[in-house]
């Protein structure tokens, strides 16, 4: 990237930061969103550390979500998984990205909404079946019709999404440009834009 395009994204990387602070910005959406890829980038632009809230509870547990969900049951992964994102949200800044389920819990939500700055990264059903589809390591998705299931998942979720300080579309498209209008939406907070449009 050179010229203009360059220099934009540099502005809107000054702007993010400073929008940003000692805040740490969290990734919510259903899973197949692209919380952690995008995240990661970024997390890179910004020039913070990027950490993954699944694996960090992998890490503590020393167990897989998959296990977790399997041994404990889905309330008892929840009080794990609160624990471990209050805690990450104490020091930043920081790029978190978060399970699909973790932004519905009251308590984390709370959290999340005073002690960060909050993305939604925002699907269409059918790219989002067609991500998770590929992967068969989603425990919430084991069931006779995943994708109802997925379906009311998201009917279930978006009103709460909808809550998040940002809103970016995630789409079939490159994962840098994702990520460029992420950091072009948190830099243009000042500027009351909160939704970044399709092109």
Not at 18 to 28: C, I, M, Q, T, W
Not at 144 to 152: C, E, F, R
Not at 179 to 196: K, P, R
């Amino acid at each position: 990237m050179t010229g203009p395009q360059a220099s934009a994204q540099e502005t809107d990387i000054i702007k993010a930061r400073r929008v940003l602070g000692r805040r740490n910005l969290v990734f919510v959406g259903l899973m197949g969103a692209g919380k952690s890829a995008i995240g990661r980038l970024v997390a890179q632009m910004l020039e913070i550390p990027f950490v993954d809230s699944d694996h960090e509870i992998e890490r503590v547990s020393r167990m897989t979500i998959p296990e977790l969900f399997e041994s404990y049951g889905e309330p008892e992964f929840r009080a794990l998984e609160a624990r471990v994102i209050r805690r990450l949200l104490r020091t930043g800044p920081r790029v978190l990205s978060t399970g699909g389920g973790a932004f519905m819990n009251d308590a984390i939500r709370a959290t999340v909404l005073s002690n960060g700055l909050s993305v939604w990264l925002k699907a269409d059903l059918d790219v989002l079946w067609t991500r998770v589809n590929k992967r068969g390591s989603r425990p919430l998705l084991k069931t006779a019709n995943p994708g109802q299931t997925l379906s009311d998942l998201l009917d279930l979720r978006y009103p709460v999404y909808e809550k998040a300080d940002v809103t970016v579309q995630s789409r079939d498209a490159a994962k840098e440009t994702i990520a460029a209008e992420t950091v072009a939406a948190i830099a243009s907070l000042d500027g009351g834009q909160e939704t970044v449009p399709n092109p």
